[in-house]
């Protein structure tokens, strides 16, 4: 039909209204809970992360997602390890391909594959 | 039969609906597992951060989750290597020769000490940044859905937080509810989001609602002579006559519900039915009951009539304005943003225009209808003014045939009054489209001219289906089914229901009616809604809510709009329609400019102080002069006159309206003039704006005309609210207010006064009290007018005599 079904062609005009005061609030706020989490490395006693990686999943990867188009831009799918309880699980996401470690990682599988 | 309502669905939104937004897209939202709420990653316009931060910062929780529906499902941010939850603490850790991630904490995330070298830790990324959770995370909501969501301020997130501490169910909405006293907050010309918008709206309807229950309920009527009847039917019907009906202290419409109830000597303990009001023929009341059980048809006195109030209505403005919010695809985004007042920018829709404009077996349009026909089928949304006349059924129609020729789905057609949507169905199914017109179980009983294409009586005639033929007739002769049958019936029914409607290229009902459950499965892109500017805004948004996604509104806000009992709900603006707040927001309306109805001398007046002059007239003085009617015209060419009487008003006897005996008696002789020239009872029309006057002459008349009883009793006596949207050959207006200083109440309305000088054909009598009428500005133009046509008049009706009265211009009141 007529060209309706587009609601993301809809362009509004809106004006925000700004409140410094509660801005500032926010700001202080934001700080001291950042500032917390960071102090809070020296207090505690943690063992060092050491696991290997498994390689049980090296082969499981997809190891590009080419997806120019969207909205994100490129994309690189990852796999993401969790552990729940003492299982280790693992899920696919994608990344943006340009985050300094996914251009990395690229790079290299890259370099491996021409040789 | 089942009542209505019972099953309307209202929509929610999600339990993982943002707290502060609404925002309920699963990849977009994470749970605070310190309070279980759900905050989504939207930063609307500010450098403050996303909702979930800004919970997270503000009540000092820490730990998250992601939706199960969510890319990576159900996950607890954690450590991978010691389960620390602490988002601000986390961050991404590759490997250095995969594509595998793990989350650590800052303290895990230490180089030193590291034996193992397969993961990159100098390569730490925060899960945090810019104050939102990284968008490939949690996704970042589209600026369109963050536009549609609730805007929230940082205030307002402060004190809903505050209230948290408390009390920790509470809502945006508490932070904007009124104290029980408070003044009801007045409507606005734009809202901020469908939140806002019900947060004004709620409160207002609920007003009125509360007064309209609480006046039905207080309306008993004793002392009720019952005459008893059967309708065609057979079913049972009790007439009666309301003085309270009579005197103007309560409303009441066909399809309304009322208890009758008897106690008295005459039978063993007490008996009770409940009815609809069927028809008010002359104020006698005929109530068609639900059951015929016991009815004491041998009585005749002693019976009490209560109303029944039902929520029906009101609940489904209510459920309207949270879909509105609630449900993304309630409308289209466009139209969200034009209801809201939202600058938006105008949209123009690709289509192929019809070669002809006119449709199949309606009259041929103007060149005024023609170009709003054109211009409504490529706009998302437009406004259509028809002034009195101008033929807004037949341009309504067409466009109507146009929509549902060019689109797939049906078109939805709504006006707030069963007559108006039943003349736009009846002119809708001459075009040869598949009309189905959905009316109230309530109404289904009454006679209109439209009846057999009602989804009633389509199901009834529908002979595809023996077995359910079968149930109706056994139905028809018992009248009621077995339970095991009427079950088997009502789901026969239903799936002949939907089929009906799924065939339908129109669906035509009440605004209210299309709240009715049996279309709540339908989807409606396309909505016209006609005498749009008589509809209360949350009434309008019934129809709306339904998918729309082109809206056509056509009505007149020159004319009166909706009507709203409460003054302070009114006086707050819901007496405002949506028509006519649109038109204030610089939509501009597309003006039907020819009238077919009024001789040119009675539309001059209206043109020029209601439509700028612009109203041309389609019929011709010959046309409009009937040579036949002998009447004593002042100036025979102009067939219209304004006559003075100084008689006192007078309160009626309920106290609350007003009546004048010297014009009463003047209409009687002008009616009785009438008749004798021959022209029919059925096409003259008394229009009074006090219901005191009404009742009054009604039985004056019947008292002193000097015609038989039956001719007056024919005439239509209403105010000049009931004759909105129809016509008359004569009109007798009568004025009623005459005083010294109390002023002309009602009358003073300028779209009041429109509505009544353009009821009429071929002509007008105007009866009143120049000298007050004359102290507001409209009536001074008004009389002047008469005066300088010599049509302002005085004496008795054979003798009449211009009027030498000065009329002093009143003084405009400095603003
Ligand atoms: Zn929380
Ligand atoms: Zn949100
Ligand atoms: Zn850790």
């Known amino acids: 039909d007529g060209g309706i079904d587009d609601d993301e062609a809809v362009i509004v005009h809106m004006q925000h209204d700004v409140d410094e005061e509660a801005d500032e609030d926010f700001e202080r706020e934001f700080s001291r809970m950042m500032q917390e989490s960071v102090e809070g490395r020296r207090t505690d006693r943690k063992s060092v992360f050491d696991a290997p990686v498994p390689t049980r999943l090296k082969t499981a990867t997809a190891p590009l997602i080419d997806k120019p188009d969207s909205e994100e831009g490129d994309q690189v799918a990852f796999t993401l390890l969790t552990k729940k309880g003492n299982k280790q699980q693992a899920r696919t996401m994608a990344l943006p391909a340009d985050i300094s470690f996914v251009i990395n990682t690229r790079n290299k599988q890259e370099a491996e594959q021409e040789e | 039969g089942l009542d209505d309502g019972f099953d309307d669905q209202v929509k929610d939104l999600p339990e993982h609906a943002c707290k502060y937004c609404g925002i309920h897209n699963p990849c977009s939202v994470v749970e605070c597992l310190a309070c279980n709420k759900w905050f989504c990653n939207a930063r609307l316009a500010s450098n403050r951060g996303s909702h979930i931060i800004q919970h997270l910062v503000r009540a000092r929780h820490k730990d998250v989750r992601l939706h199960p529906e969510s890319p990576l499902g159900e996950t607890i941010l954690e450590c991978y290597n010691c389960g620390v939850r602490n988002v601000f603490n986390l961050g991404f850790i590759p490997a250095k020769s995969d594509t595998v991630v793990v989350l650590l904490c800052r303290a895990c995330s230490n180089p030193m000490g590291q034996k193992d070298m397969s993961w990159d830790l100098?390569?730490?990324?925060?899960?945090?940044?810019?104050r939102s959770f990284l968008s490939w995370l949690v996704k970042i909501p589209s600026e369109h859905e963050q536009l549609r969501a609730r805007h929230i301020v940082p205030s307002q997130i402060a004190s809903l937080e505050d209230r948290w501490m408390e009390d920790s169910n509470a809502t945006v909405d508490d932070l904007n509810k009124p104290g029980v006293d408070d003044e009801p907050e007045p409507v606005r010309l734009a809202y901020d989001d469908a939140y806002h918008y019900q947060n004004i709206?709620?409160?207002?309807?609920?007003?009125?609602?509360?007064?309209?229950?609480?006046?039905?309920e207080s309306q008993t009527q004793d002392e009720v002579v019952v005459r008893w009847d059967q309708g065609l039917n057979k079913k049972r019907l009790a007439c009666f006559v309301l003085p309270k009906l009579e005197l103007g202290d309560v409303r009441l419409a066909v399809g309304d519900e009322l208890l009758l109830r008897y106690k008295g000597e005459l039978i063993k303990g007490s008996w009770e039915g409940h009815g609809h009001v069927i028809k008010i023929p002359n104020n006698e009341v005929v109530l068609e009951l639900k059951k015929d059980e016991r009815t004491p048809t041998h009585c005749t006195h002693n019976f009490t009539v209560d109303f029944v109030w039902k929520a029906t209505s009101f609940d489904r403005m209510q459920a309207a304005m949270k879909t509105f919010a609630v449900d993304q695809n309630s409308v289209s985004a466009y139209i969200y943003h034009r209801l809201l007042g939202h600058d938006v920018e105008p949209q123009t829709l690709k289509i192929t225009m019809p070669k002809r404009f006119t449709a199949p077996n309606l009259p041929d349009l103007n060149h005024s209808q023609v170009f709003a026909v054109k211009s409504v089928l490529q706009k998302p949304l437009s406004l259509i003014q028809g002034p009195p006349g101008t033929g807004k059924?037949?341009?309504?129609?067409?466009?109507?045939?146009?929509?549902?020729?060019m689109n797939a789905g049906q078109v939805l057609v709504c006006a707030p009054s069963n007559v108006a949507v039943d003349q736009l169905t009846e002119k809708i199914h001459q075009t040869g489209l598949k009309v189905v017109r959905v009316t109230a179980k309530s109404r289904e009983a009454l006679e209109s001219p439209v009846s057999f294409l009602t989804l009633h009586d389509q199901v009834i005639n529908n002979d595809t289906d023996p077995e359910l033929q079968k149930y109706v007739k056994l139905k028809r002769e018992y009248g009621e089914l077995s339970s095991q049958d009427e079950k088997r019936y009502r789901s026969l029914k239903r799936n002949a229901e939907r089929e009906i409607i799924q065939n339908a290229d129109v669906v035509c009902c009440t605004c209210v009616g299309a709240g009715d459950p049996r279309l709540q499965k339908y989807d409606f892109r396309t909505v016209l809604i006609d005498e749009a500017t008589q509809a209360a805004e949350p009434e309008c948004l019934i129809p709306l809510v339904m998918g729309a996604k082109q809206v056509v509104f056509v009505g007149d806000h020159k004319q009166l709009g909706p009507v709203i009992l409460n003054k302070k709900a009114a006086k707050a603006g819901l007496s405002q329609s949506l028509f006519e707040r649109l038109v204030l927001l610089?939509?501009?309306?597309i003006r039907l400019q020819v009238q077919y109805r009024m001789h040119p001398c009675l539309s001059e007046f209206p043109s020029n102080m209601f439509y700028e002059g612009s109203l041309q007239n389609g019929v011709t003085v010959q046309e409009r002069l009937r040579k036949d009617?002998?009447?004593?015209?002042?100036?025979?060419?102009?067939?219209?006159?304004?006559?003075?009487?100084?008689?006192?008003?007078?309160?009626?006897?309920?106290?609350?309206?007003?009546?004048?005996?010297?014009?009463?008696?003047?209409?009687?002789?002008?009616?009785?003039?009438?008749?004798?020239?021959?022209?029919?009872?059925?096409?003259?029309?008394?229009?009074?704006?006090?219901?005191?006057?009404?009742?009054?002459?009604?039985?004056?008349?019947?008292?002193?005309?000097?015609?038989?009883?039956?001719?007056?009793?024919?005439?239509?006596?209403?105010?000049?609210?009931?004759?909105?949207?129809?016509?008359?050959?004569?009109?007798?207006l009568t004025c009623v207010r005459s005083n010294d200083h109390s002023g002309i109440g009602f009358t003073s309305d300028p779209r009041r006064l429109n509505v009544a000088l353009t009821r009429a054909k071929y002509g007008i009598v105007v009866l009143g009290n120049p000298k007050v009428l004359s102290q507001n500005a409209l009536w001074y133009q008004l009389l002047m007018q008469f005066k300088e046509r010599n049509c302002l008049v005085e004496g008795p009706l054979s003798n009449m005599k211009r009027s030498m009265i000065q009329l002093i211009r009143p003084k405009t009141k400095k603003e």
């Open chain 2, 393 to 405: 059924t037949v341009t309504s129609a067409t466009i109507v045939y146009h929509l549902a020729r």
């Open chain 2, 122 to 130: 100098s390569q730490w990324l925060p899960l945090i940044e810019d």
């Open chain 2, 586 to 589: 610089n939509v501009r309306p």
């Open chain 2, 629 to 732: 009617v002998v009447f004593p015209w002042p100036v025979p060419e102009t067939p219209m006159f304004f006559h003075c009487s100084y008689g006192q008003e007078e309160l009626s006897s309920s106290g609350t309206s007003y009546l004048n005996r010297t014009e009463a008696t003047n209409c009687e002789k002008v009616v009785t003039r009438l008749l004798k020239a021959g022209v029919k009872p059925s096409q003259i029309g008394i229009v009074t704006p006090y219901e005191g006057q009404r009742s009054y002459i009604v039985s004056h008349m019947q008292f002193a005309g000097a015609l038989k009883k039956e001719l007056y009793k024919e005439i239509e006596v209403a105010s000049v609210d009931a004759f909105q949207g129809r016509e008359k050959d004569y009109i007798i």
């Open chain 2, 201 to 216: 709206f709620g409160p207002l309807m609920k007003m009125e609602a509360d007064y309209d229950k609480k006046m039905k």
